[in-house]
């Protein structure tokens, strides 16, 4: 039985205050909920068609309550436009930041990221290069926000994020020699540089891109040339997501190519 | 005067039927409208505060009719949520299609995109990386939605896109010896294959990929591999716009390595 509590519930993990208060985030939608299940997240609260949970069965081990519901019900709680036959509340997981983990592999640094679809977006590019790590500024977006969870299709459950002071950050990693990278337009031309395979890459707020506070400490400063500087016509900046791509890319590149899959 | 019927002509705008009957499509915000006034596309309707009207004076040759209104009146017409000071009916502009034109460079094919964000970052990377004309199946969304022509960022003002059948299309490629791509699973690895500077490029629907139609068509099937494949670890797929980021780039990137910024 569906209570108006746990609708309300629901509902209100929407804002992140109320998600800093309960401790959880919700999930939605049949095929990232069957992930959470098969990760080690814990889930609350699962609110299910029985179409859907009778295909789990009892191999439901990391869920609190199951609650069967009809479709409308569904409907009732869901925050999407097209709910499907599940949606999960789970518990937002503690990471403990040790700079030491960070310092073998590409860590995404984000700095002040505003969009919720960009954040699930870079989230995902992390994901599928490989990159375990997110440092975000304390005012980017917040990875649980729903939108972010839903954009993310999955990656938050592998990819870890840490909202820490990132000048603190760059300035241990200049200490301890690790590369810092930044992608401006004064910057060289990424194509032609030799990338490292570990170093900190921070990518700039969709507007104002990366602040001076951190430019200034900033290594290597790099740059996506434009096709059409060479073509001689003007044309407009990338996307944050969009150069994330092609920076996480690049810098993957070397081992990538000789990459043969399946 | 803003009239009530002018207000319904605009919100109008954000369905396709309309906007094929009037042959307008709508652009808000000072940036975009400032690069259409720039540009030789034609206005039929400039709603716009004085402030903003003041700063362009005399040089709106291009434009039919000019309504200075109050800021709360830009609210009541606009489709934003956070309206700014100007917003345009211009006339969508009728692109003559001919293969020929499009034989001497790339081409990137769109099969079924349905996300109007997906579609205006697509135009935007295609704008990015200098590729001038984009061929996309009928069934795709429309350009000329008022989400695309936000999300593509003035890129609808130099990017040409053609809705034609794509199996015609990629079947005149092919007995004219154009190269033809798509990227599909089971596909090469992009990072070690040579690319040619002219040829189409297929992506393929958010959900289904590219249709089995198109796929016996297509010589040359690409693969972006996942790194987490050589550690180990199965992740997501990418999104189709961030996908045509790292593809795009990969075929521009032997121009772009020599490329020297500003």
Redesign the interface.
Known sequence: MLSKNKIKLIKSLSQKKYRLIEKLFLAEGNKLVTEILNSDFKVELLLSTTDFSDSFGSTLTNVKEVISVMPDDIKKASLLKTPQQVLALCEIPRNNFSFDNLSDDLVLCLDNIQDP?NMG?IL??A????IHNICTSKNSVDVYNPKVIQAS???IL?VKVFYLDLEELIKKANRAKLPTFGAF???K?I??EKLPEKGLIVLGNEGQGISTGLESLIQNKI?????????G?G?????V??AT??IC??F??E????????
């Open positions: 679809g977006t995902r590019i994901d599928w290069f490989g299709m999955g990656a592998r337009l004064s910057g031309n194509y032609s740059h996506i040339p434009e096709y059409n500087v060479i073509a016509r044309s407009e900046s990338l996307n997501s969009v791509s092609i890319s690049e993957r590149r081992k990538l190519i000789t990459a043969i899959q399946n």
